[in-house]
């Protein structure tokens, strides 16, 4: 029997909106229910637990939160996520007044880790394996960025490359089509909770429905149930969605990233 949308939203928001969202944190700092982090590289993250009409108004808060970030000239992007079920009147009003701006909305899934087994073998010709050297990563987000239409930012390659080297359980698998790298996906334990996620999946546009999404997809859910993960989580595009949805996960609800980049 599938579990419904509200078990998967209590879990989630019990054991993912902790200081397990952020492993790779430098630091971070409280400001009511809101946890500035800052990462590597120049990147503010702003998030909170479950918010109710009982708690501040994020509202309220949004202009000290980036004052905190601009004080830091070292801090070149900030990002405030939001998430669809909380209550936050006059969020976005706000955000837009300070600079931010909306990003497309993701999905959030969450679904059995089982779930994501495929009875169907990788397509033919099509290579899956998990990468490591410094070069394969930025190979691999040199892809990522192009199967997204994104230009290439090198700062994503050297994060991924110092969690790496902390050994924190982050897995980047790729599939490889003639030694060619064609589509790439990030699995995250989360620690201390029942959850893994996938992230960053994606696939080039000419090597779409072949099946490649889903064998990496498998490939990653079952590396997490050997490590003793059950459930699942992703934000995902409107690409993806289907796909997980089809695999017996659950869109809990949405969740908006607003980003503010230093003029």
């Known amino acids: 029997m599938t579990a419904s949308r509200e078990y998967f939203l209590d879990l989630y928001d019990r054991q993912l909106r902790t200081d397990a969202e952020t492993p790779s944190a430098v630091q971070v700092q409280r400001l009511g229910p809101l946890r500035l982090v800052t990462f590597a590289h120049g990147r503010g993250f702003i998030t909170y637990p479950r918010i109710t009409e009982h708690d ?15 004080k830091q000239p070292q801090i070149t992007q900030v990002e405030f996520k939001t998430r669809g079920h909380d209550y936050a009147p006059g969020l976005d009003q706000k955000l837009r007044e300070l600079g ?16 994501l ?8 010709g099509v290579q899956l394996r998990k990468i490591g050297a410094e070069s394969e990563v930025e190979a ?39 030694g060619q790298m064609v589509g790439a996906g990030r699995l995250e334990p989360v620690g201390g909770t029942e959850f893994a996620g996938l992230w960053g999946g ?30 699942v989580h992703s934000d995902s595009t409107e690409y993806s969605r289907p796909i997980l949805e089809a695999r017996g996960l659950v869109k809990v609800s949405e969740t908006t990233p607003y980003l503010w980049e230093r003029g």
């Open 100 to 115: 931010f701006t909306a990003e497309e909305p993701e999905s959030i899934m969450i679904g059995d880790m089982g779930s």
């Open 117 to 124: 087994y495929s009875s169907q073998p990788a397509p033919t």
């Open 56 to 70: 501040p108004l994020l509202a309220d808060l949004a202009e000290e939160a980036l004052d905190y970030f601009i």
């Open 140 to 178: 691999m987000c040199r892809m990522i960025d192009q199967a997204f239409g994104d230009p290439y930012d090198p700062s994503t390659a050297q994060a991924l490359i110092a969690r790496l080297a902390k050994k924190d359980g982050m897995e980047l698998w790729v599939a490889s089509v003639d």
């Open 202 to 231: 994606g696939v080039l546009p000419e090597y779409r429905g072949r099946g490649i999404y889903r064998a990496l997809t498998d490939a990653r859910a079952r590396s997490a149930a050997g490590s003793g993960f059950r459930f």
